[in-house]
């Protein structure tokens, strides 16, 4: 079997194995935090950084949603980074923003954090930050074991079926995910242009 079959199996398999339920109950939060006039901040590092950047235009578009991304103000995280380290670039941001109960973070990340690991440490604080507001948490993520998976409201851990594509496979189904909320009928107030 070629790579190609075999990684377009591997989608298949996810695919059939996402957990709809908890696909649902983030939806009821994203219907919950719309009608609070709450604000939703996406978070995710590396490829998930551009995903969070990209999700926040559907999200805003298409849903009404008041969304916004920190990674999308390179000037700031940079300058945090550089004054404070890489690690205050979400709780400073959130922090400034006033983060409040009303509103909600989500975490698009492959293995959602590990503080022990120094891995994404800045996701970790910011879970941290937003329960400390009684803000909610949401996730989508590729690893059970994160500090997300865990420490998330609700988080959708994407199906590992192949331990070599990890990686590819959250971060495309990250993308896949946001655009099925963003089409609900429960969130989607704007049409597509195509």
Known sequence: ????????????????????????????????????????????????????????????KLASIDAYSPTDNISEVTARTNDEGFETIFTGYLAVSNLKSEDCILILSVGGGDPDRNISKNLCLAIDFAKSKNSTVIGIVGKKEGYTAMHADICLVIPQVNPLNITPHSEAFQAMVWHLMVSHPKLKENATKW
């Open 1 to 60: 079997m070629s790579f190609i079959s075999e990684y377009l199996d591997e989608v298949e398999l996810i695919v059939k194995n996402l957990d709809e339920v908890k696909i649902e109950d983030i939806i009821e939060v994203l219907v919950k935090l719309k009608s609070e006039k709450g604000r939703l901040f996406i978070l995710g590092v590396g490829g998930s950084a551009g995903n969070a950047g990209h999700a926040v235009n559907d999200f805003r």
